[in-house]
C-alpha cells in the first residue's frame, strides 16, 4: 500500500474532525450501491452481531451508498449464498464473494475501510506487478485469511486478498475469518498465530506478505518469499530513502523532510516495527501508559503530514552509486543517501519443534495470538521487559501463564517485576526449555533445571517466546556495509556506516534499543544526512577518493 501525505489539518480543527474528514474525501470517490448483508443466527445476537451494527453505523454516517440488511440464518438468501453460520457479513454478494466471518472489530476496522472502497470504486487498486500474476489465475481460488483485532499485520494480508478478490471476481473468494469469532474453525485449520492464509485449503502464507508475494504464493498454491518485478518498474527520484517505518525510520522521515530533503520510506510490514505489538508501553515521555499500537498510530499520522511510506514493500536489492539505486518489490528508486532503520526481528530459542510448531502454538506475537488461547495454559519464555510485559498482557487477558526464565533474577526494570509479582504469575527459575513437542499442535515442553539438573515435562496449549531480538542486517551485509561482532550496524557517531551515502538509526544499531532511543537516533541521522548532502565529507576526506563519483 502506498500511503500518501494526509490533507493538512486546518487551523484549530482536533485529530477526529480531520480524521472524519480524511475518510469522507476519501468515500466521495464511490458512485455505486454497496449492498452489505449481516446473518446471524435468530438465538445468538452476540457481540459480534452488534459489533457489525455499530461499525456499519459508524461506516454508513461516512457515505450514503451502504445499504445494510440483516437475515437469519434459515432465510433463501443464506441458502443461495451458502452461509451457514453466525454472524457472517457478505459485500456486494452479486458481483464479488468477499465474506467476514465474525466482525472486522479493532485493526480489522482499516481491511473493512479499505473492501468498501475498493468494492464502491470496482477498483482492485492491484499494482502493476501483482495485477499481472493475478491475472495468470484461470482456476478457482477459495482464500481464507484468519486474522484477530489486535494483530497489526493482519489488515495487510487481508487487504491483499481482498484486492485478488476484486480484481477476479469470477474466480476468486475470500473469507475473512476472525479467529475470535471462529475459534473452532481456526482450531480446524490449525491457525494458531495470525495473519494466516490459505487457498484451497492449502497454507499460502503465515504473517503478512508483501502484494507481490502474496499474488504469486495464490498463483503458485505455494508460500512464496521474493517476487522480483519486471524491468519497466515504475521510478521514483527522490533525496533520502528510508528503509523501514518504526520510530527511528518515522522520526527521520520528519526531520529530513522539514529540513529540505525529499524523502520516502519503505516498510515491507507492518509501520511501527516492535512498538506495533507491544501490549502497553509506559516510558515514552509524555504518556503515562500507551497501547503500542495506539503510540505508533500517533506516529504515522504525524509522518504523514510530511513523508510518503510505500507500506507493504520489499526492498529487494540496493545498489550504492550517484544515484543510490533501490529496487522494491514494486518499484525503483533512485536516491543521494539511504537510512538503514531496519530494526530487528524476534530470537528462536532454536530448539526441537520449534519452527515446526511455529504458527501451531509456538508464537512471537503475544498481542497478536494471545486472543487464541484464552482459558488456555501457556508459557512465556524470557527474563527482559518484553517477557515480562507480555507475560502480563496474557495474564489480564484471561490466560494461565507461567514465565520461564533460565536464570535465577530477571533482566526486566523493577516497576515490571513488581507488577508480575503482584499478579501472581508463576516464575520457572532456572529453566532451559529443551523442547517443543506435540504432533500438529503444542502439547508439552521438555525443561530442565540447572540447579537440580532434572529435566520435565509440562503439559501446555501454547509457547511464547520474547528471548530478545536480532538486528535485520541482511540488507546492510548484501550492500557492503560493516557489521560489528555483535552483528549491528557499524557506525560513527553522525550515523554514517562504512559507505559514503548510507546511514543507520534504531535497534540495528545495537545500543539500549527503546523507544525514545530509536527516535532520537532517527533525529540525528536525518540531520546528520541533510548536513553531509549540502557538504559530502566523502569529497572532503582522502581516504574516500576515487570510492564514488557521488555529488550533491
Ligand atoms: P532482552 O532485554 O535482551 O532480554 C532477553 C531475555 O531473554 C533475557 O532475560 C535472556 O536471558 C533471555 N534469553 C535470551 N536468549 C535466550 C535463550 N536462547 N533461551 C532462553 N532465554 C533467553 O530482550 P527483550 O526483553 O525482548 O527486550 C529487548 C529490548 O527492548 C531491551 O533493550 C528492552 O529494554 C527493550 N524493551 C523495553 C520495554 C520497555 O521499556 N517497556 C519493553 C520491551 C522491550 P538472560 O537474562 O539470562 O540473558
Redesign the pocket.
Known amino acids: 500500500m502506498e500511503t500518501s501525505k494526509g490533507l493538512n489539518p486546518k487551523a484549530g480543527e482536533t485529530e477526529n474532525t480531520l480524521l472524519y474528514r480524511q475518510l469522507r474525501t476519501l468515500f466521495q470517490g464511490i458512485s455505486k450501491e454497496i449492498p452489505i448483508f449481516m446473518f446471524l443466527d435468530k438465538n445468538k445476537d452476540d457481540v459480534f452481531c452488534k459489533a457489525n451494527r455499530q461499525i456499519i453505523r459508524a461506516f454508513r454516517e461516512l457515505t450514503d451508498k451502504i445499504k445494510f440488511k440483516e437475515f437469519y440464518l434459515d432465510h433463501n438468501l443464506a441458502k443461495k449464498w451458502q452461509v451457514d453460520s453466525s454472524p457472517t457479513l457478505l459485500i456486494d454478494p452479486d458481483h464479488y464473494s468477499v465474506r467476514w466471518l465474525g466482525a472486522p472489530m479493532g485493526e480489522e476496522g482499516r481491511t473493512f475501510l479499505e473492501t468498501i472502497i475498493l468494492i464502491g470504486t470496482e477498483q482492485s487498486h492491484l499494482s502493476d506487478q501483482s495485477a499481472g500474476v493475478i491475472k495468470k489465475i484461470d482456476t478457482p481460488r477459495r482464500i481464507k485469511v484468519f486474522v484477530s483485532a489486535t494483530c497489526p499485520y493482519c489488515p495487510q494480508q487481508a487487504v491483499n486478498a481482498v484486492k485478488a478478490a476484486v480484481e477476479k471476481p469470477g474466480l476468486v473468494s475470500l473469507e475473512i475469518v476472525d479467529i475470535q469469532s471462529r475459534p473452532e474453525m481456526a482450531d480446524a485449520y490449525g491457525a494458531q498465530s495470525v495473519p494466516m492464509t490459505f487457498a484451497n485449503d492449502i497454507m499460502i502464507g503465515h504473517g503478512a506478505q508483501s502484494e507481490e508475494v502474496f499474488a504469486s504464493s495464490l498463483l503458485k498454491l505455494e508460500p512464496q518469499t521474493l517476487f522480483i518485478p519486471e524491468s519497466d518498474a515504475e521510478l521514483v527520484e527522490t533525496d533520502l530513502v528510508i528503509v523501514g517505518g518504526g520510530p527511528a525510520g518515522l522520526t527521520a522521515g520528519i526531520y529530513a523532510v522539514r529540513s529540505g530533503l525529499k524523502s520516502v520510506i519503505i516498510e515491507r510490514d507492518a509501520l511501527g516495527g516492535?512498538v506495533a505489538t507491544?501490549p502497553?508501553?509506559?516510558?515514552y515521555t509524555g504518556f503515562t501508559q500507551v497501547g503500542g499500537k495506539t503510540l505508533v498510530d500517533i506516529m504515522v499520522n504525524h509522518a504523514l503530514q510530511y513523508v510518503q511510506i510505500f507500506q507493504g514493500e520489499n526492498v529487494v536489492d540496493i545498489q550504492p552509486g550517484n544515484p543510490i539505486r533501490i529496487q522494491t518489490s514494486r518499484r525503483k528508486f533512485t536516491a543521494r543517501a539511504v537510512l538503514l532503520a531496519t530494526g530487528?526481528t524476534?530470537?528462536?530459542?532454536?530448539v526441537d519443534g520449534e519452527s515446526r510448531l511455529s504458527g501451531r502454538g509456538v508464537s512471537y506475537c503475544s498481542t497478536c495470538d494471545g486472543p487464541l488461547f484464552k482459558g488456555k495454559k501457556v508459557v512465556m519464555?524470557?527474563?527482559?521487559?518484553?517477557?515480562?510485559?507480555?507475560a502480563l498482557h496474557l495474564h489480564h487477558m484471561g490466560i494461565d501463564v507461567t514465565l520461564?526464565?533460565?536464570?535465577d533474577?530477571?533482566?526486566?526494570?523493577e516497576f515490571?517485576v513488581k507488577q508480575l509479582k503482584e499478579s501472581l504469575i508463576p516464575v520457572l527459575w532456572n529453566t532451559?526449555?529443551r523442547e517443543i513437542r506435540g504432533e500438529t499442535r503444542v502439547q508439552e515442553l521438555l525443561l530442565y533445571n540447572h540447579h537440580t539438573k532434572k529435566t520435565s515435562t509440562l503439559k501446555v496449549d501454547g509457547i511464547f517466546?520474547?528471548?530478545?531480538?536480532q538486528p535485520t542486517t541482511e540488507l546492510a551485509k548484501k550492500i557492503g556495509v560493516n557489521i560489528t561482532a555483535d552483528g549491528y550496524i557499524e557506525r560513527d557517531e553522525k550515523h554514517r556506516t562504512n559507505i559514503p551515502g548510507f546511514y543507520s538509526a534504531g535497534?540495528v544499531e545495537g545500543g539500549?534499543?527503546?523507544?525514545v532511543t530509536a527516535v532520537g537516533q532517527g533525529a540525528e541521522a536525518a540531520m546528520a544526512i541533510f548536513e553531509d548532502l549540502i557538504n559530502p565529507y566523502w569529497q572532503r576526506e582522502k581516504r574516500f577518493t576515487g570510492f564514488s563519483d557521488r555529488s550533491t
Open positions: 516492535q507491544t502497553v508501553v509506559e516510558n530487528a524476534h530470537k528462536r530459542i532454536g519464555a524470557g527474563g527482559g521487559n518484553s517477557a515480562v510485559t507480555e520461564i526464565h533460565r536464570r533474577s530477571l533482566r526486566a526494570q515490571l532451559e526449555i517466546v520474547a528471548i530478545g531480538y535497534d539500549y534499543k527503546q523507544i
